[in-house]
């Protein structure tokens, strides 16, 4: 018996494509046209693992792992193109499939960390360090503060990339003293603010290693969540207090 295709609703059709930044994850294309001034969709829902598999691609994939036991589930299904879309389906290959499940599992958990932004709050204090950091231009008068620069190396795994491992460091070598005096500087003001601010760092790091598996997205996904929080207009300098955070053992402890 064949299952039934649903007509995704027009919030469905929405949250597919905003999953995607209204990008064909695949080629790059834009999923919207305009036309007279209008905007008009160039995009349709594949299902990953097929609505209704032939004897051929059952066989194919019979070892593949699915994202759910549900075809029609939005988790199965990703906005694509309609020349990928087509090319996908057409003739389909466990390479194919690997990567478009690998692609959609990578989306499925970034929403997951996305819906609990607003459950984990930020120290104010931490916005104004930010900006400091991104507008500040003589960090040399900054008092040296004992560290280990070894301890990058002790803490991340072959699940970060050699890039962005060689900038953690970067950061911690140029950034460590100049954020641990602003942090000092801060509890100056109002007592244990640095206490609570590393507390909150943390937090959301466990959260984040409850979602991903792998250095690199956590990571990514603490930057992304910092740059958020505090509207900064720097993504590197929330890069570079994520860093120091590693070096102080609150993420990748």
């Given at each position: ?5 649903r007509?995704a609703?027009?919030n469905?059709d929405?949250v597919?494509?905003e999953e995607?930044?209204?990008i ?6 834009s999923?919207i046209?305009d ?16 609505l ?5 691609e059952?066989?194919l994939?019979k ?8 075809i029609?589930?939005l988790?199965n299904?990703?906005?694509l193109?309609?020349d ?8 389909r290959?466990?390479?194919e ?6 692609i ?9 960390s996305?819906?609990?932004?607003n459950t984990?709050?930020l120290?104010e204090?931490?916005n104004k360090?930010?900006e ?6 003589n960090?040399d008068?900054?008092?040296e503060i004992e560290y280990?620069p070894?301890?990058i190396?002790s803490?991340?795994?072959n699940t970060?990339?050699?890039?962005t491992?060689?900038?953690i460091k ?12 602003k ?9 244990s ?7 909150q760092?943390k937090s959301?790091?466990?959260k ?5 598996d792998?250095?690199?997205s ?6 992304t969540?910092?740059?958020?929080k505090t509207n ?5 300098a ?7 955070f590693i ?7």
């Amino acid at each position: 018996m064949s299952n039934k295709r649903r007509s995704a609703s027009e919030n469905q059709d929405m949250v597919l494509f905003e999953e995607v930044d209204g990008i064909c994850p695949l080629c790059s294309a834009s999923l919207i046209y305009d036309k007279n001034g209008r905007k008009y969709r160039q995009f349709e829902n594949a299902h990953i693992y097929p609505l209704n598999p032939t004897a051929e691609e059952k066989e194919l994939l019979k070892d593949e792992r699915r994202l759910s036991s549900d075809i029609n589930s939005l988790d199965n299904l990703i906005a694509l193109c309609k020349d990928c879309h087509g090319q996908f389906d057409k003739p389909r290959t466990v390479e194919e499939y690997r990567k478009v499940y690998a692609i959609k599992e990578k989306l499925i958990k970034s929403g997951k960390s996305k819906s609990v932004w607003n459950t984990f709050n930020l120290e104010e204090d931490i916005n104004k360090i930010i900006e400091e950091l991104a507008f500040e231009e003589n960090f040399d008068a900054y008092e040296e503060i004992e560290y280990d620069p070894k301890t990058i190396d002790s803490k991340v795994d072959n699940t970060l990339t050699v890039l962005t491992k060689r900038k953690i460091k970067g950061h911690v070598s140029e950034y460590y003293n100049v954020v641990k005096s602003k942090l000092i500087a801060v509890d100056a003001i109002k007592q244990s603010s640095s206490e609570l601010i590393s507390s909150q760092i943390k937090s959301y790091y466990l959260k984040m290693s409850q979602i991903y598996d792998d250095q690199q997205s956590i990571y990514e996904e603490m930057v992304t969540w910092l740059n958020k929080k505090t509207n900064s207009i720097s993504y590197d300098a929330s890069s570079i207090i994520i860093s120091f955070f590693i070096q102080n053992c609150e993420v990748f402890k």
